[in-house]
């Protein structure tokens, strides 16, 4: 885990997706994790709390705050099988780290659903690092009331510089439920778009700075930086207790 992880966000239309790509295809190589082509689905289960604290924290741009989400990656066509993780996604005053605990899929959808002791079997042999992020996710589930809110899918094409210190992703295809269902890899059953289904979110990861050819990049791109999340705009669209809050129509426009 690294805290020195930065991250910059921008939307732009499918036509330019395929521009942008074909010119980065002589400094970028195929994420290793992914297919052939660097394509694969997420399928994400976010928590949250009763009184939405976290869709409130990024709003008011806390400088500390942290997620719990449950993914999903890959098909089982895919180059690699489905691979399952539980997340703790930490916004330290700017920069972005990960916690993960890696687990088999059946065990990742079970704690989805809400079956949080699979995580203290006795046979488990967690790192100290995993142990503390187990109870991190204790501390964060039964005392500050976290819970699944909200299911989202996209597909990500996925491509970094050999050294691996930069990472840009293209999600397309951003839906959304708020009826939890039990969770699939590439599970297809979302009808609500995030945003339109002509707009990617193109995604910049870094290690430490961004390199300057890549300034230079989107320089010449004219890209625009954005404040976007998923999650939240997600929330936004269809969770029920976010829009009471808000005052908003229950009726969703698609």
Partial sequence: MSLNRTEYKYLISTDDMEIIQQKLDDVLVVDSLASEDG???????????????????KQRSLAS??????RIYGTEEGKIPPTGFIEI???H????????????????????DGQYGLLYDQN???TRTEDMMVQELQNLITKHGYEPA?????????????????????DTNLRCRSNL????????????????????????KSIGPVPYWFRCFGAEFKLVRRGFSKFCTAMEQVDPVLRSQ???NQQIVA
């Fill in 150 to 170: 909200i299911q989202l899918r996209y597909d990500r094409k996925a491509l970094m510089t050999p050294d691996g210190q930069l990472r840009i992703t293209f």
């Fill in 39 to 57: 394509c694969y689905p997420i399928i994400t289960e976010y928590f949250e709390t009763p009184d939405r604290q976290c869709y409130w924290e």
């Fill in 89 to 91: 996604k930490h916004k």
């Fill in 181 to 204: 269902l039990t969770l699939e890899a590439d599970d297809s059953r979302f009808e609500d778009y995030i945003i339109p289904p002509d707009t990617v979110v193109l995604e910049v």
């Fill in 124 to 126: 488990r042999n967690w």
């Fill in 246 to 248: 808000k005052g908003l």
């Fill in 65 to 70: 705050r942290r997620k719990i989400r449950v």
């Fill in 93 to 112: 005053f700017g920069f972005g780290a990960k916690r993960r605990l890696f687990l088999p899929v059946k065990e990742a959808i079970e704690f989805a």
